[in-house]
């Protein structure tokens, strides 16, 4: 069982920068793949990042290649979100997800947070 709980959404202008965290409980984290995913009103539920347990390896969504960063402290049982040069379309509740197997389909993922919105201003 691995409960999420994510922090660090705000209001932001176009160019800023915001870090995303997600803490999680369970002993058994570093065994999870962790992913970040964002739902913007009208839209489905999309992946923005994901990350494997050891950290080695990420993914990226198109849309954020180069200006997001994912990364996690298996010891903290923290993984982390960096929004740089962020655009007004980045608007959306973001959530942190965990999975057993890599996938970048949110049906995927077995354990979710609660989300934290994010509000980019142009």
């Known amino acids: 069982q691995v409960q999420l709980v994510e922090s660090g959404g705000g209001l932001v202008q176009a160019g800023g920068s915001l870090r995303l965290s997600c803490a999680a409980s369970g002993r058994t984290f570093s065994r999870y793949v962790m992913g970040w995913f964002r739902q913007a009103p009208g839209k489905e539920r999309e992946f923005v990042a994901g990350?494997?347990?050891?950290?080695?390896?990420?993914y990226y969504a198109d849309s954020v290649k180069g200006r997001f960063t994912i990364s996690r402290d298996n010891a903290k049982n923290t993984v982390y979100l960096q929004m740089n040069s962020l655009k007004p379309e980045d608007t959306a509740v973001y959530y942190c997800?965990?999975?057993?197997?890599?996938?970048?389909?949110?049906?995927?993922?077995?354990?979710w947070g609660q989300g934290t919105q994010v509000t980019v201003s142009s």
């Open positions: 990350i494997r347990w050891s950290g080695g390896s990420t």
């Open positions: 997800a965990a999975a057993r197997i890599w996938d970048s389909d949110p049906r995927g993922y077995d354990y």
